[in-house]
Each structure stands twice: as structure tokens, then as C-alpha cells.
């Protein structure tokens, strides 16, 4: 890492947390013009949340008008598409259709048209169930919502690309890094950093992007006040894959259940088939997955998909939202993103609850972080 000094290393920016947000922050920060260092616990880029989820670019349609989902996620998905052109990043904007099963679910597509239109999002539609069945004839429903920004990403490729981003920038990114502990200081904040060769380093801006982890950095920050952390909630979906052909060749979503939005058919780049995620709420990070819960899938997957073969669905990995609100609160709520003048600190900046879309939001999210941080540098000398 740069720097150097008496009382440790000397650096600018650091970022905590080397999943597809840490990394789309340290590339916004590095773009600013910031010297920056990444912090990953892991051994590799993005292999907790990120390399957990379904690859779906989304296209903004369930967030409420205004909220920091809507708006990220729909400039984000404009973004990511032009990103992944220039970059050669796989992709595919293969659409979407949310499928209402019966006319009682259909007031619930027209609300969501509504929102979509609120949110900016190109190109919705609905559609009668005749047309669905032309568009997709083995997909059944009373009618649904045509969602043709919705696509595909190579989440992988993404990360690689994001990470090159930083280094062409002069950022370094050090794997095997975790943060143990900090304190925010009038200056800036002190970090301890275990590994190999564990390091006391000083920053002036520290972003705290650890996905699940964020809470247990925050917790561990001398100086904070820990009214400001909010509660967190774990939401483990499981994904099951098709043994067998792609039943349609765009994605096939249901109406939403609360804390998900529904046991969905996701294609990847090589239009193989999986469904999920179902939500499990649950008290401690843990990533198997129930072949149990396959039963709960067909029951599901047939109110769309009526042809679904018995014995076709294998288990294929699980993935854990990190929420800042629980059940008992329907498991609804927007990314919550503190800037210093909610984190009481110049030199902080904390990230809770960045679940779906946080991979579809990420750059334009990156940007966001930015801002806050240079109205804050501003606020402080006006």
C-alpha cells in the first residue's frame, strides 16, 4: 500500500469491501482524481454477495418514485449497458415479463406499469395472456408486465473490468485484508488491518462498502455513534437449476412475495435456466443449500410454468441479502447510504442494506458516493 509514516501509512481514500460496490466506489473515488486503496478480507474480488446473485441488470420497476433504489437503478441500468459495451462485458438485454397467474393478480401489474412509469423506465407494457403464450408458449398466465431493459450481466467480468478501472487509475486493491477495528479521529479515520502483515493506516475518507460485513465495521469504530448503525436483517435465497432446456428465453418473474420478488426463472449468458431466489430469514450467515426446499420451487414455478418436469430442479447455491428491515416489517427498504452528515464524521461514509439492485445501481451508485462526500468537503468551508 502508498504512504508511509511514523504512525503508519499515510493514505487518501480507503474503501472496505471488494464486491461489485466496493469496487464501483473505489473506481468513482479513483476517477475523481482520489488516490485510493481497496481493503478485501477475502482472497478473492467479490466472492460473498456477488458472486451470489442472479446476474440481473434490472430496470427499476418496483422501487418507490424518488427513493435512492429508484433512482440509482434506473440511471445505473442506462450505465451498465453502455459500460458493458465499451468494456466488452458479456450482457444480454433480453427482456422480462412479470406474470400475473389470475385476474385477482392483475390490479397488482397495472400498479406496477404505474410505478415503472413514475420511475423512468422505458418501454413497459402490458400484454393479455394470448400474447404472453405467443411471445413465450410454454410460460402461462391471465396476463403481463413486458419489461424490455431488463437484461443479463457477467457479473465476474464486471468486477474484472471495474478493478482494472482502479488500477489504470493508480488505485491498489490488497486482498486478504479484513479491517479489525478503527477509530474516527479529528482528522480523518485510523484503521487496523489484519492478514499476513497486519497494518495501522490513517485515512482521510474511509467508505465502508462491506456488504454483510458492514455492521461489524461500524461496530468496531471508536468514535461512532452507534445510534446511527440501523438493525440488520438476514434473508438467505436459495437458487435451484434446470436439468433440461430454458422453457422461454426471456426472464419470467412472478407477482412479488414480501422480503423478494418471487421464485423467478434467471437465464445466464449461455441461456442455461435456474430458479429462485426463495426468502428464508435467518439468524447466522450460512450459505447451504435444502434440497427440501425444492418442493416449495415446483408448487411455485408451476403457477408460470405448468410443464415443469418432476425431478428436473437441483440444488445450485444460496445467497443472503443483507436488509436493514426484518419480516415483521415486510422486508421492504431502500439502500441506506450515509454520508458524513448522518455518520457525524468528514472522514466516514457507511453503506447498509445494499441488496438487489445493488449490482444494476453500482456505478451510478459509486457516483453518488462521490457527491455526498465532496457536498460534505464543501458544506465544512461555506
Not at 504512504?3 to 472496505?16: K, M, S
Not at 482472497?43 to 420497476?61: C, D, F, K
Not at 433504489?69 to 434506473?74: D, E, G, Q, W
Request: include cysteine; glycine fraction near 14%.
Amino acid at each position: 500500500m502508498p504512504g508511509g509514516g511514523a504512525d503508519g501509512l499515510q493514505l487518501d481514500c480507503v474503501v472496505i469491501g471488494g464486491g461489485v460496490i466496493g469496487l464501483a466506489v473505489a473506481r468513482a473515488l479513483a476517477l475523481a482524481g482520489r488516490e485510493v486503496v481497496l481493503l478485501e478480507a477475502e482472497a478473492a474480488l467479490g466472492s460473498i454477495t456477488s458472486s451470489r446473485n442472479s446476474e440481473v441488470i434490472h430496470a427499476g420497476l418496483y422501487y418507490p418514485a424518488d427513493s435512492l433504489k429508484a433512482r440509482l437503478c434506473v440511471e445505473g441500468n442506462r450505465r451498465l449497458y453502455d459500460y458493458c459495451r465499451e468494456r466488452r462485458i458479456a450482457h444480454s438485454a433480453c427482456g422480462k415479463l412479470v406474470v400475473a397467474a389470475d385476474a385477482q393478480e392483475l390490479a397488482y401489474l397495472e400498479n406496477l406499469l404505474a410505478q415503472a412509469q413514475a420511475n423512468g423506465v422505458p418501454g413497459c407494457r402490458l400484454i393479455d395472456g394470448a400474447e404472453l403464450a405467443r411471445l413465450e408458449p410454454q410460460i402461462r398466465g391471465f396476463a403481463a408486465l413486458v419489461s424490455p431493459s431488463t437484461g443479463i450481466v457477467d457479473s465476474h467480468g464486471l468486477m474484472q473490468a471495474l478493478h482494472a478501472d482502479i488500477e489504470e487509475q493508480g488505485g491498489t486493491v490488497v486482498l486478504n485484508a479484513p479491517v479489525l477495528g478503527g477509530q474516527l479521529t479529528d482528522t480523518g479515520v485510523r484503521l487496523s488491518v489484519g492478514g499476513r502483515d497486519p497494518v495501522e493506516v490513517a485515512a482521510r475518507l474511509v467508505v465502508n462498502a462491506a456488504g454483510l460485513d458492514a455492521w461489524t465495521i461500524s461496530g468496531a469504530m471508536t468514535g461512532l455513534d452507534a445510534a446511527t448503525v440501523p438493525e440488520r436483517h438476514l434473508a438467505r435465497g436459495c437458487y435451484f437449476s434446470l436439468t433440461g432446456p430454458a422453457p422461454a428465453t426471456r426472464l419470467i418473474y412472478p407477482v412479488p412475495e414480501k422480503g423478494g420478488l418471487g421464485v423467478h426463472l434467471t437465464l445466464d449468458l449461455g441461456h442455461q435456466a435456474r430458479f429462485g431466489p426463495d426468502v428464508e430469514w435467518i439468524d447466522a450467515i450460512g450459505y447451504d443449500v435444502d434440497p427440501r426446499r425444492a418442493d416449495r420451487f415446483y408448487a411455485a414455478i408451476r403457477r408460470y410454468w405448468p410443464q415443469l418436469p418432476d425431478g428436473s430442479l437441483q440444488p445450485a447455491y444460496a445467497g443472503i441479502r443483507p436488509k436493514v428491515v426484518g419480516p415483521q416489517g415486510g422486508g421492504g427498504s431502500d439502500f441506506v447510504i450515509q454520508g458524513p452528515a448522518t455518520t457525524g464524521h468528514a472522514g466516514y461514509i457507511a453503506l447498509y442494506g445494499i441488496e438487489s439492485p445493488g449490482l444494476t445501481a453500482s456505478l451510478a451508485l459509486g457516483d453518488y458516493v462521490v457527491d455526498l462526500h465532496r457536498d460534505a468537503v464543501l458544506e465544512r468551508y461555506v
